[in-house]
């Protein structure tokens, strides 16, 4: 069993700041690559950070120098750091990663997702 469960989103004004978290557990044997990605409402799932094993990390347009995303290896833990957050930021953001298990087995994850609101 792999889960991934994601916290940290909320309401907040245009400028100002939240902190995603997504902590993956289970039969994990490594995480390949963990990400967030969002859907608005009309619109398609969207990728809009990820980071490999070995800290390689890559951003759509639209947030680059807004967004940060790290992890924590010994928690098996994702971060997404969102500063000036704008309205069009609003979507529900889900987190995903490429796990291996124990088995040898890997397959792509996805989180229940955690609604973030921007309000101009």
């Known amino acids: 069993q792999v889960q991934l469960v994601e916290s940290g989103g909320g309401l907040v004004q245009a400028g100002g700041s939240l902190r995603l978290s997504c902590a993956a557990s289970?039969?994990?044997?490594?995480?390949?690559?963990m990400g967030w990605y969002r859907q608005a409402p009309g619109k398609q799932r969207d990728m809009v950070a990820t980071?490999?094993?070995?800290?390689?990390?890559n951003y759509a347009d639209s947030v680059k120098g807004r967004f940060t995303i790290s992890r924590d290896n010994a928690e098996n833990t994702v971060y997404l750091q969102m500063n000036n957050l704008k309205p069009e930021d609003t979507a529900v953001y889900y987190c995903?990663?490429?796990?291996?298990?124990?088995?040898?087995?890997?397959?792509?994850?996805w989180g229940q997702g955690t609604q973030v609101t921007v309000s101009s």
């Open positions: 995903n990663a490429l796990v291996t298990a124990v088995t040898r087995y890997t397959f792509s994850y």
């Open positions: 289970g039969s994990i044997f490594s995480i390949n690559a």
């Open positions: 980071i490999r094993s070995d800290g390689t990390t």
